[in-house]
């Protein structure tokens, strides 16, 4: 049923404005369905992964620290900056915790806290089936 919706004709579907989403209507095995494809949900998705790609960086780079591989707090700072400045999730973490042979990140607390204030709002669409059937999207 997905592979049909995202191989249906753009003309198929309807955009939602007001949520910025796009709405496809389609019948698969004699079953009604309400596909809906959110922007903000996939901006979500995106962004949840950049800083999973980031995080595994950082956790891999308190390894080397904690492993001896890398000491000198300036070696460490300039290995951090560098795995946070290509990353587009730099605002989700804290590095204040550096020093000689120490290196810790943890997150951005607040940010978190804001971006998944921000996420909550996501419509969910009803849809009934000609059978009777309902359910939520």
Do not use: C
Not at 61 to 89: H, K, M, Y
Not at 95 to 108: A, E, I, K, W
């Amino acid at each position: 049923m997905l592979t049909e919706a995202g191989s249906a004709d753009e003309d198929r579907w309807a955009e939602v404005e007001r949520f910025g989403s796009h709405v496809l209507d389609t019948t698969f095995e004699g079953n009604r369905y309400v596909v809906v494809f959110s922007s903000a949900r996939q901006r979500r998705g995106n962004t949840r992964r950049l800083q999973l790609i980031a995080e595994a960086k950082l956790l891999a780079l308190e390894n080397r620290v904690r492993g001896g591989d890398l000491v000198a707090a300036t070696d460490i700072v300039a290995a951090a900056a560098t795995i946070v400045a290509r990353s587009p999730v730099k605002r989700l973490f804290d590095l204040s915790d550096v020093s000689q042979g120490r290196f810790v990140y943890d997150y951005n607390h607040d940010q978190l806290d804001y971006d998944e204030a921000v996420g909550q709002v996501r419509p969910l669409v009803a849809l009934r089936d000609e059978r009777g059937g309902s359910g939520w999207v």
